[in-house]
């Protein structure tokens, strides 16, 4: 693969998840984000597990995300923040996914519009966010996360099969039986 290819490759966005921000008065904010399992899945995806490397440095907190071009490793290094959940954790997930962005991985939230500024009004406990139409309740980050994205919760089961079934996917009759599921959710 070409090297220009291999940059559009990695650049492509990926399904994002959701989670609350910050509380605005009636409302919440939510945030898109990536897992750090999704920007290893994407470098495996399109390198090879064999052909890219991470590195954390805990004193500084940062991450150097190392990737083998023509044979020669090439790297990038990026600082992350303290999390409120394990804060040494998501230190480290956080600069792991901030070195990624400079190598293209999820570039796409901060130049998109569809993934800031977006509000959910909350439930009538102030404690969860609501549809926009206020008939249900997203009591998590995945029905969040499904709604943000317009899935609905059947359909994200069968993104989740379609995903994690990689060697099904070339198969004709896989194709054609979650085309037809597709059509009745």
Known sequence: MEIAEIFKKLAEPIEVRWRVGKNMGDKFSVLAYLDARQVQQRLDDILGPENWSNVYDSETGTATVSIKIDGEWISKTD?????QVEKEKGKASDSFKRAA???????????DKKYSGKMLPKDPSGKYCMTSDKKKVLYNGEQISLYMNGLSTSMGLLNQIWHEEKELQSDPKFLEAMTNLKKYL
């Open 101 to 111: 962005v400079l190598w293209g991985i999820g570039r796409f939230l901060y130049t």
């Open 79 to 83: 600082v992350g923040t303290d999390s």
